[in-house]
């Protein structure tokens, strides 16, 4: 089926995924490198999904996959905790990595009103947030806690933002 045209025969709705994102790169380098064979392997599983056409497990009547919301929650629970190691590159990105998780539980119906101690480990006394403990205030990162905050709600989560001092 071509995506963007109704099947009758299936029920199947039309998939709404670009037709950029429906076929092979258009430009391909010679040169292979090991980011470009894991990039390749990388389209190769995507591809049938993108395109309708991943006949190995039950889909949805969009003709997607079913959305495995419990190992959802539990992915963007665990990056609410201590990061791996190897994440030691993001660590000032980690108030914009709380915020994605949260918007993505938010969807899933899941409880986050246990972030406040995420956040408070990283507010310095000018009120301001930096990327962790430790790191100054920056105003990226004083405007995802911030928005990370506010999606939580609550009157003492509410009073951890220090209005005044910003």
Not at 22 to 31: F, G, H, T, V
Not at 51 to 77: A, V, W
Not at 129 to 154: D, E, T
């Amino acid at each position: 089926m071509r995506a963007g045209v109704h099947d009758m025969a299936s029920g199947l709705a039309p998939l709404s995924v670009p037709p950029l994102f429906r076929s092979l790169p258009k430009i391909q380098d010679s040169l292979a490198t090991e980011t470009s064979i894991s990039q390749e392997e990388t389209v190769h599983v995507c591809l049938p999904y993108l395109t309708g056409t991943d006949d190995t497990q039950d889909l949805s009547k969009l003709g997607l996959p079913h959305l495995e919301r419990e190992k959802h929650i539990k992915f963007l629970q665990a990056s609410l905790e201590a990061l791996p190691s190897n994440f030691v590159a993001y660590d000032a990105s980690r108030p914009w990595i709380v915020y994605w998780a949260l918007n993505g539980l938010t969807l899933l119906g899941s409880d986050i009103s246990h972030v406040i101690d995420t956040f408070s480990a990283s507010q310095n006394a000018d009120g301001g947030f930096g990327g962790g403990f430790g790191q100054l205030s920056h105003c990226a990162a004083s405007y995802a806690a911030i928005l990370s905050l506010s999606m939580v709600g609550g009157r003492e989560v509410l009073d951890l933002i220090d209005r005044r001092a910003l």
